[in-house]
């Protein structure tokens, strides 16, 4: 029987599946559970996903690994049919998968070492990831994940080229770079290359990739190199999405978060300066410990005035271990109803932004069910099927509340 990976949390996660799944090829009835820590939502997911699995294949041997299982291996080492719990780094550790490889709790804090496999495919995906960096050496004081990715860890350029040229020369189309703290790519690096220098010399090295992505980014640490990019280069998409996670400067404070309020509105001027029709969107935490009406009315405000069509919001999720954990917390139906209204802003921006796109030609990736997206990552429908991984050209024809509508041309 094949191996089965259930993935949970970030494009980085989802990068890393697929190097277990090319590792993990010798092993039989197999189950592996890559987890998440950002929230509690997050690890009740997995912890239920596991716990299915072992009613629906009682003879399956389960692993499980990811960042929750980093912070914490033995509250997963005990639930039903888990044989082995791996670290982050063992996870993607050839000998870590060997079929006589060992049992129970490995040494998750074992050296830390970037991988350097390349992935040849993306289980039913059109675009693929590639991870340009692991760790973070920040301490927001809402986040657990360094401790469950250690500090900073840069992959090489030409490690992260070879991964690119690979996945092209397979018929991917689209390649988004991730990582937990992208903006914080290289100064582990010979020569300290910045984000935008490493990008630069990928797209240098690798002239046949069509379109490239970025995963979230701090909007703190945009280099002059990644500027220069934006404004100039068409294979890097006129998509960027910024780490905010709020719009009030005392709140922005208490998270410790490196920009300010003002910071942050003026790198959405700027994006949109040097790329006229960019789109923007934002990670949100709502109901963060101290956040009063009027300080959640300043990030709500935010939203509005720097219009951004794509929010990821989350309700803000006690992590034991961390500063934020310890402060004044503000209700739970309080942190909903605030994640509500940050929901609706944004999909009020959305519309506008899909509005303003009826009538053009965009550029699409396709994707599965006459679906695709395009260069502005806006989700789009199509009139007639498409096989998927392909770019077309298209006519957006309308606009729904959650999508465009397009012909190809």
């Not at 939502?41 to 072992?54: D, G, H, K």
Request: net charge neutral; charged share 25%.
């Amino acid at each position: 029987m094949t191996v089965d990976i259930l993935t949970f949390g970030c494009r980085l996660n989802a990068y890393e599946s697929e190097v277990m799944r090319d590792l993990s090829a010798a092993q039989t009835d197999t189950i592996i559970v890559n987890t998440c820590a950002v929230t509690a939502e997050a690890e009740r997911q997995a912890r239920q996903a596991i716990r299915r699995a072992a009613r629906e294949r009682p003879d399956a041997r389960i692993v499980v690994t990811g960042c929750a299982v980093q912070i914490d291996p033995s509250a997963w080492a005990g639930l039903p049919n888990v044989h082995r719990v791996l670290g982050n780094d063992d996870k993607l550790k050839p000998e870590s998968w060997l079929p006589d490889a060992g049992s129970a709790v490995s040494d998750i804090m074992a050296a830390r070492e970037t991988a350097a496999h390349l992935v040849t495919e993306f289980a039913s995906r059109a675009r693929a990831f590639v991870q340009v960096q692991q760790g973070c050496d920040h301490r927001c004081t809402f986040c657990i994940i360094p401790f469950g990715r250690g500090p900073n860890r840069s992959v090489p350029i030409g490690v992260i080229a070879d991964q690119v040229r690979t996945l092209v020369a397979g018929g991917y189309q689209e390649v988004v770079l991730t990582g937990v703290d992208i903006a914080s790519y290289g100064p582990d690096l010979p020569g300290a290359p910045s984000l935008g220098q490493m990008i630069r010399r990928v797209l240098l090295a690798v002239p046949e990739l069509p379109r490239l992505r970025l995963s979230s980014i701090d909007p703190a640490a945009i280099d002059d190199d990644l500027w220069r990019l934006i404004a100039e280069e068409p294979r890097l998409m006129p998509h960027l999405h910024l780490s905010l996670q709020a719009g009030s400067d005392l709140i922005l404070k208490r998270m410790r978060r490196r920009h300010s309020r003002t910071g942050a509105m003026s790198v959405v001027h700027r994006a949109r300066d040097l790329r006229p029709g960019i789109a923007l969107g934002a990670d949100l935490i709502a109901g963060f410990p101290t956040e009063t009406d009027a300080l959640f009315d300043e990030t709500l405000r935010f939203v509005r005035e720097a219009a951004l069509p794509y929010l990821h919001v989350f309700p803000y999720s006690e992590r034991p271990g961390t500063p934020a954990a310890r402060m004044p917390s503000v209700p739970k139906p309080v942190r909903k109803e605030r994640a509500a209204a940050l929901r609706e802003a944004g999909l009020i921006e959305a519309r506008r932004f899909f509005a303003g796109q009826v009538g053009r030609m965009v550029s699409l990736l396709t994707e599965a069910d006459q679906s695709g997206h395009s260069e502005h990552f806006a989700p789009v429908r199509l009139a007639e099927p498409l096989a998927a991984g392909r770019l077309v050209r298209a006519t957006v024809t309308g606009a729904t509340d959650d999508s465009l509508l397009a012909e190809a041309a």
